[in-house]
């Protein structure tokens, strides 16, 4: 058989920028947060429930003194201008973080279908429990398992998925587009928190 060249060309639908988070990150986030769990006050000040779709026990939004000083605002900053440089081959001049906010969701919690405001956006796990339970559905061309973010663009096409499921790893960070739709499903069998940032 004579040998074919071949090349595998996407161009069409949303770019989806996948990085890990440094540890030294996602420890200063997580004593952040867990600073805040212990105050009631300012638990409530920064609270972002009634502003946020999600069925979960607690979304708060992150103080932009704390973005800098933990290393957050800076790495978002970085990953951002990569990105945009490797899609469009031009740099960003200009950057700013409208607002990033904390998920704390536990069993039976969700986050129904949505999208963010801004341009870029994205989606990354502080924490994830050992154990999501055994929740799964895999018949009728719907497949996922309990704790998955699961992204959304367009219609199911030959060839062409729509949908993309994340299982949660603590570290890894997600950058997307504002307008793609996603949620997050419920996860059973575990007492333990499932930490989003956004």
């Known amino acids: 058989m004579e040998k074919v060249n071949i090349e595998l060309i996407k161009i069409f639908g949303p770019s989806i920028l996948k990085v890990s988070i440094p540890q030294k990150i996602v420890n200063n986030l997580n004593n952040y947060i867990d600073k805040i769990i212990d105050d009631d006050e300012k638990s409530k000040k920064l609270d972002m429930g009634e502003r946020l779709v999600g069925d979960v026990t607690q979304e708060f939004e992150i103080e932009q003194k704390v973005m800098q000083e933990s290393g957050w605002g800076q790495f978002l900053s970085n990953c951002v201008s990569r990105w945009v440089e490797i899609e469009t081959k031009s740099k960003i001049t200009k950057f700013q973080i409208l607002k990033s906010w904390v998920v704390r969701q536990f069993e039976n919690e969700y986050n129904p279908t949505h999208w963010h405001s801004g341009h870029i956006s994205g989606a990354g796990f502080l924490k994830v429990p050992s154990n999501l339970g055994g929740h799964k559905q895999n018949k ?18 030959f060839l062409s998925h729509s949908t993309m499921n994340i299982v949660p790893k603590v570290g890894d960070f997600y950058f997307f587009p504002n307008y793609l739709m996603h949620h997050v499903y419920p996860f059973k069998d575990s007492n333990e928190e499932r930490r989003s940032i956004s």
């Open 140 to 157: 009728k061309g719907i497949s996922y398992k309990g704790g998955t973010l699961q992204l959304m663009h367009g219609s199911r096409m």
